[in-house]
């Protein structure tokens, strides 16, 4: 059977192709241009037209691209909304820090976040037994946490600077995903949503970012980017 050389449309590379294959639709083995091979006068095959597909993402792309921008699009404005707060507003942070502190004292139960010597530390009245026992506990609980919000609340501004820029590169590579271009920015975007451990994204991220780098590495991924089968 006689092959023929055409001009892919798409990626402008050497493609041979069989007589039977002239006045059909064709689809190029390296970056999946659909086109139409038009018969020549001669009989051989005319200049290959590319044909205008509709767009479709592929099923196995659905869940990690929309993931990808629910968690980029959340991250990134709460995070941003924070960073503001906390470069603009005196105290915002110790006071965000405050809050985190008691959280992480009430789902850990933690009894203790400071170090073994507190006690001696803090300022209180030593009251033995009863009443006053409690309350000398419950003092020096307080002055824990507070000392380790104080700790805690110079951190608070950068942690959420670069909280966003993570989720905004999450939500870059959802964006890359839904439109099929710059597959290398969608790789990074699944990365950054793996890496992203700020307002409890970890679980949700890890997932999302683990399916995305799993399904652009496949030949369906790679063929919505234009790419090559590996």
């Not at 985190?100 to 530390?121: F, H, I, P, Q, S």
């Not at 919000?149 to 820029?165: E, F, R």
């Not at 799993?214 to 919505?224: I, K, M, P, T």
Request: net charge positive; hydrophobic share 50%; proline share 7%.
């Amino acid at each position: 059977m006689t092959d023929h050389v055409i001009v892919c449309p798409g990626c402008q590379k050497l493609l041979h192709v069989p007589t039977r294959a002239i006045d059909k639709p064709a689809h190029c083995p390296h970056c999946r241009a659909a086109f139409h091979i038009p018969p020549a006068p001669g009989g051989g095959p005319g200049t290959p037209v590319k044909v205008s597909e509709g767009y479709s993402l592929p099923r196995v792309l659905l869940i990690p691209a929309f993931g990808l921008l629910m968690l980029g699009l959340a991250g990134t404005a709460v995070n941003g909304y924070l960073s503001v707060l906390f470069a603009f507003k005196p105290g915002a942070a110790l006071e965000f820090a405050r809050g985190r502190v008691t959280e992480a004292r009430m789902a850990k139960g933690m009894t203790a976040l400071g170090r073994a010597d507190d006690w001696e530390l803090a300022p209180h009245a030593a009251v033995a037994g009863g009443a006053g026992a409690a309350a000398s506990a419950a003092a020096v609980e307080a002055w824990t946490d507070e000392q380790t919000a104080a700790g805690w609340a110079p951190n608070q501004l950068s942690i959420h600077v670069a909280s966003t820029i993570v989720s905004a590169l999450t939500l870059l590579g959802g964006a890359a995903i839904l439109r099929g271009r710059f597959y290398w920015l969608a790789l990074i975007g699944c990365l950054a949503a793996i890496v992203n451990v700020n307002h409890l994204c970890c679980v949700p991220g890890a997932i999302t970012g683990i399916w995305g780098i799993l399904s652009l590495v496949r030949d369906e991924g790679r063929a919505h980017f234009r790419l090559s089968p590996r």
